[in-house]
Structures are given as structure tokens and as C-alpha cells.
């Protein structure tokens, strides 16, 4: 089966910055986008940023400018640098991947567990 593992989740002061991983792994044939999203308390699940797999990015429009995202594909690897963190930006970010298991497979959406990522004084 698949797993999706995220880290580098915690504690930060606004305007700080954090890093956060997720690695792919199990029975992989292929990834093609791979991403995160957020969701905080009482809001619906937001998209933060995704990447191709030939490395194009995107980005809410909260986040532009302030997050980079970025992959390995040699480590099925996908992470996200945040910079110049808001109070506004606290929630559970949860890695996405769009996953092939086989050459004739169906591409999947796999989700991770989710890394509490909490913005304060």
C-alpha cells in the first residue's frame, strides 16, 4: 500500500518561518502532483500549494509569496517552506499525492495524516 508521512510540524512566532516534509512510500509505480492543505478549526479544508511533476508550482492566494513549495522525486518527497508566518495560518496541514501503483493503474488521490502547524506569542 501507499503511505504518506509528513513532518517539521510545532510551535512558531509570527513572522517565523517552518518546513515541513512528507514522504511517499509503498507500492509506487508514479506520482504526478503532489501538494498540501490546511485546515483549521470550524473552516473547510483549504489547498495551500501544489507541484507538477515536472516541478510547476501553485499557491493559494494567502500564501502567495510567503510559501515555497518544492519536490525529490528521487525521494517521493514533497515540502513546504513557510516564511513570514501569520497568526491566520495555525491549522493542520495535510500532504497530498496523486499516485500511479502500476503502469495501468488508476491515478489515486492519497492524503497523509496531518502535522498541527500553530502560529502565536
Known amino acids: 500500500q501507499v503511505q504518506l508521512v509528513e513532518s517539521g510540524g510545532g510551535l512558531v512566532l509570527p513572522g517565523g518561518s517552518l518546513r515541513l516534509s512528507c514522504a511517499a512510500s509503498?507500492?509506487?509505480?508514479?506520482?504526478?502532483?503532489m501538494g498540501w492543505y490546511r485546515q483549521a478549526p470550524g473552516t473547510q479544508r483549504e489547498l495551500v500549494a501544489g507541484?507538477?511533476?515536472?516541478?510547476?508550482?501553485y499557491y493559494g492566494s494567502s500564501v502567495k509569496g510567503r510559501f515555497t513549495i518544492s519536490r525529490d522525486n528521487a525521494k517521493n518527497t514533497v515540502y513546504l517552506q513557510m516564511n513570514s508566518l501569520k497568526r491566520e495560518d495555525t491549522a493542520v496541514y495535510y500532504c497530498?499525492?496523486?499516485?500511479?501503483?502500476?503502469?495501468?493503474?488508476?491515478?489515486?488521490?492519497?492524503w497523509g495524516q496531518g502535522t498541527q502547524v500553530a502560529v502565536s506569542s
Open positions: 497530498v499525492a496523486d499516485i500511479r501503483t502500476s503502469p495501468s493503474g488508476a491515478l489515486l488521490r492519497y
Open positions: 509503498g507500492s509506487i509505480f508514479s506520482i504526478a502532483a
Open positions: 507541484i507538477t511533476a515536472d516541478g510547476l508550482s
